[in-house]
């Protein structure tokens, strides 16, 4: 009962903020000098969603991974991960390459679009390819840009797609890889309930890419990062198992 209670709260606030924010960004945007003003409503709307959920989240954030910007590879598992990074990394306006339909839900999509993150396309190859181009050119210019590279929410670390690492390699940033684990319970894939649960969540240190010296380099890059984020991600696995053992 406490839950059902909980999680109708949460909507109660967070549905009408959430419109209440995307308005006032698309209202802002038409002003010149209110993306300030916009990027901080965007981490209040992600420091909300937190504090209003059940879920508790400890955090491990490399120092070095938050001193520039860069490219964060993270894993996906729920639709709390987007507030969960704005809102873990406030210092750092994090731009997210997401699904073209989320920018096509009233209000809520038009301000992302105004707010700088980019649509990119699952059905379309070449058009999804443009976006990586685009993207790459937004980073060099000083954006630390967001992918979740398996393409869609998994469980445990899913199969990256290469497009994340194209998008990597093409803007010559650090890659910094985020692991993220434990949204998954926290809010299910389909469900609306969001549940008292513990996330974890490992920003690490840049990966080093010496040796990968050219598009050529990316499968391997691909393989080498996958290989690299699973040993952290069962790392997090043992964390989370512990903590919720019974007594």
Known sequence: MALIVH????YLVFLPFTLLASTAVLVLSLFPGTSRVCQELEKRWAQLALRLSPVQVQAEIAPEAVSGNCILIANHQSQLDIPLLIALMPRQTIRFLAKDTLFRIPFFGWAMAKLGHIPISRENHKEG????DRAAGKARDGRTLCIFPEGTRHRELGPFKIGGIVLAMKSGLPIVPVVINGTKD?????????????VFVRVLPP??????????????LKTDLWQYMNNRFLETEQWLKKTTRPG
Request: glycine content about 6%.
């Open 7 to 10: 999680n109708f709260f949460f």
């Open 129 to 132: 390819m443009r976006s990586i």
């Open 207 to 220: 990966f080093p890419t010496q040796g990968y010296d050219s598009l050529k380099e990316r499968h391997r």
């Open 186 to 198: 926290a809010h299910p894939k389909g469900s609306p309930w969001l549940f008292r649960r513990t």
